[in-house]
């Protein structure tokens, strides 16, 4: 009996073995049709501005060779009660819910939103209120990113729009614990490896300059913050998990600071 | 506000390390250990102990129940295995989003590994290799050839554990989900066809994890006899029933090497090193590092074995030693994983209810997230050391009790004075690298 479960089992394997590794195969034609999707529009790209951009990455999609590719554009204003309305307008792109997943279509996507640098909420509604937010100015930024949350790219830069916003009500911004500056130069970190220790409960801050844009990502805290070429972020947040943690850039694909937490 | 679509970026199984240990500590801890090597060199016991401690105490004759409970686990490990290994592609293609990286370089290749410590020899019965292996051996049509010598003495055990390691620890896209899927097929492709062709007997000493298990599984206090039963030993006596050969060491000392590298490349001294580099690059100065720290562990044993075979005029001393590396291999594994696997082992659970991406949530535990804090940093770091220091113990006393057993008091005594200085020498270096 249990051998010929075994059996059934092991069949049922092998076929969906090789059914499987033929969809592997179908990848690839998915990511081709974006491209027969471009050539239809009767575009005149410049294919060279296009190629020195063309880093296959999986963390973004260039479609500078679309005739039309997609915008936003962000508005805001602050309500009485201290929270801050956003509106978001978006065209070339049609705006799908996040859930269930879904695969990678052209023309479709949703909006990441970043206050402060960090990444919030991902969006398929053209309007969100930020709440709780402290005394002081504040900056909004949205991206528009695929159905697989590859941000689209332009030109080698993220396709969004950003918003300055001053707070005048509301709690002070407490006192910053620790604090580090980090700068990315020429394709490696200035002054080597940046460390910041820091005890749990205690409030860091931690700004980051690249002379490229990227994304810069704290591993376990999973604070994501995207960073605009030669355009300081600074991220601020309370530790509360102990540990050693690596904070890398996606694009460059390094580490550039160690957090440790005791 | 809820950072919710973060960890969807994020590249590399880990991303955490633990505390790094205080020098004073672990300056104290390598003390003992030297203090208690010395004392069970001479004042402990001048007869062996640990074969009389072989035989056990019965727990449980393993009739029908056993075998039923054996068929569940097998059939379960293998629709795991499935799982995973469909997962690969069709998952989403990002390592902490699929369940493989987790799967692979966490509950199997740290979760049995301690698993087999505590639990003895279950992998033999559960692995998905030697589930399907089996199967081959029983549909071949024609008889099995004899094998050949690559493949009879052991040696291409060493090959997927050589790989393992380096996409691991080395190759910057590793824990890609498509490169371990490639990887598992190529490998259990491999392992069935060379199965087909000398008989799965011969080609079970190719299936380098399945080896490296059954090694560490002899430290359990859990064992099978003969006659199947379930038994129950002192723990660790189980290593001088072990017949080390060659490969045997080889792979032991492989594993020690990994960890190793993986402790060396997580101290500021090697993140200083690796600042900035990405891609090939990376991988180069990575497998530079990985071969270096396991030439290391290598050449230490290989020495002492020489100067020993001289002290005692016994060309099996290496052999003879051998089953003293297996505690503190898995000494270091502790040491290095232990809170991986419970702290980022959870995402397993989580990836569980939706292996494929989908939205799922078959075992309603999708949505659950990783406590962090579920042990403590202290409790971490008492581990950490306690492990490594009782690894080196455990290894010394082996050590011990096989050279009382084989010679007099006097060349006993000469035997252990290199198996004694490459044991500190690795149980130093362990405690060095956990002070980051």
């Known amino acids: ?139 909004f930024r949205v991206t528009i990113s695929t159905n697989d949350h590859r941000e689209y790219y332009v030109d080698g830069k993220a396709i969004s729009d950003s918003i300055s916003i001053e707070i005048e009500e509301g709690e002070e911004a407490p006192e910053i614990d620790r604090e580090i ?19 749990v409960g205690e409030l860091v801050s931690i700004t980051l300059l690249s002379d490229e844009d990227d994304m810069f990502h704290l591993h376990v805290y999973d604070l994501e913050v995207l960073l605009i070429a030669n355009q300081s972020e600074t991220l601020q947040f309370q530790v509360d998990i102990p540990g050693v943690f690596e904070g ?9 600071l160690a957090l440790e937490v005791s | 506000m809820a950072f919710i679509f973060s960890s969807l970026f994020a590249h590399g199984v880990g991303g955490r390390s633990d505390l790094p240990i205080s020098e004073w500590i672990a300056a104290w801890s390598g003390a003992m250990a030297l203090l208690l090597s010395f004392a069970a060199l001479g004042l402990l ?32 490990a293998l629709a795991l295995f499935f799982v995973v290994f469909t997962a690969c592609f069709i998952g989403p293609n990002n390592t902490v989003a699929n369940i493989a990286p987790t799967a692979v370089f966490i509950i199997f290749w740290v979760g049995v590994a301690i698993f087999s410590a505590i639990f003895g020899p279950f992998w033999k019965t559960v692995s998905p290799w030697e589930t399907l292996g089996k199967l081959v051996d029983k549909n071949r049509t024609a008889a099995a050839r004899p094998a050949p010598k690559w493949l009879a003495s052991g040696w291409a055990a060493l090959i997927p554990i050589t790989i393992f390691h380096w996409l691991e620890l080395a190759y910057h896209d590793g824990s890609s989900p498509r490169v371990l899927g490639w990887s598992m097929l190529v490998y259990t492709a491999s392992l069935l066809a060379a199965a087909w062709r000398w008989g799965w ?86 497998t530079l590092g ?32 051998g089953g003293s590396l297996i505690p503190i291999l898995i000494g270091y594994d502790v040491a290095h994983y232990f809170s991986l696997l419970i702290l980022e082992g959870q995402a397993f ?30 409790v971490i770091g008492w581990v950490q050391i306690g492990s490594i220091v009782s690894g080196h113990l455990f290894g010394v006393l082996f050590a011990h009790d096989r050279s009382v057993e084989l010679w007099s008091k006097r060349t006993a005594l000469q035997s252990q004075y290199p198996m004694l200085m490459v044991m500190v020498i690795y149980t130093v270096m362990g405690l060095v690298l956990m002070t980051g």
């Not at chain 1, 020429?186 to 002054?191: A, F, H, I, Y």
């Not at chain 2, 989580?350 to 999708?366: E, V």
């Open chain 1, 1 to 139: 009996m249990v051998e010929k479960i075994k059996k059934v089992f092991c069949a049922l394997m092998v076929a969906s073995l090789i059914s499987c590794s033929s969809s592997t195969g179908e990848d690839a034609p998915s990511t081709s049709m974006a491209m027969d999707h471009s050539d239809s529009h009767d575009s005149h790209d410049s294919h060279d501005s296009h190629d020195s951009h063309d880093h296959s990455h999986e963390d973004n999609l260039d479609v500078s060779q679309l005739a039309d590719p997609p915008t936003v554009s962000i508005s805001g204003s602050v309500a009485e009660t201290g929270e801050v309305n956003l509106n978001f307008s978006v065209e070339n792109l049609e705006l799908i819910p996040i859930n269930p997943p879904t695969e990678h279509k052209p023309g479709q996507g949703h909006l990441h939103l970043y206050v402060d640098g960090v990444s919030v909420e991902m969006l398929h509604e053209t309007s969100y209120v930020v709440n709780d937010l402290k005394k002081g100015l504040h900056n």
């Open chain 1, 248 to 256: 890398e850039l996606h694009e460059a694909g390094y580490q550039i």
């Open chain 2, 349 to 378: 659970k989580i990836l569980l209810s939706d292996p494929y991406g989908q939205g799922w949530n078959i075992f309603g535990t999708a949505d659950h997230a990783i406590n962090w804090t579920v042990v403590s940093t202290t």
């Open chain 1, 181 to 199: 500056t980090v700068e990315v130069k020429n394709g490696t970190v200035v002054g080597g490896l940046q460390r910041l220790s820091a005890e």
């Open chain 2, 45 to 76: 016991w001048h007869q062996p102990r640990f074969p009389k401690l072989l035989s056990g105490h019965l727990i449980s004759k393993f009739t029908k129940i056993g075998q039923v409970i054996a068929a569940t686990a097998q059939l379960l």
């Open chain 2, 290 to 321: 990985l071969v270096w720290v396991a030439l290391i562990i290598g050449v230490a044993y290989h020495q002492a074995s020489r100067i020993g075979s001289r002290l005692t005029s016994d060309q099996n001393f290496a052999l003879i030693f």
């Open chain 2, 201 to 286: 007997n011969e080609a079970r000493k190719a299936e380098g994890f399945g080896v490296l298990f059954q090694l560490i599984a002899a430290i359990s206090p859990l064992f099978r006899d003969e006659k199947n039963q379930l038994k129950v030993r002192f723990p660790f006596v189980g290593i001088s029933a072990l017949k080390m050969s060659g490969p045997s060491i080889a792979i032991v000392l492989a594993a020690l090497g990994g960890t190793a590298f993986d402790g060396v490349s997580r101290t500021g001294w090697w993140l200083d090193l690796a600042v900035g580099k990405s891609g090939w690059g990376l991988t180069v100065v990575n």
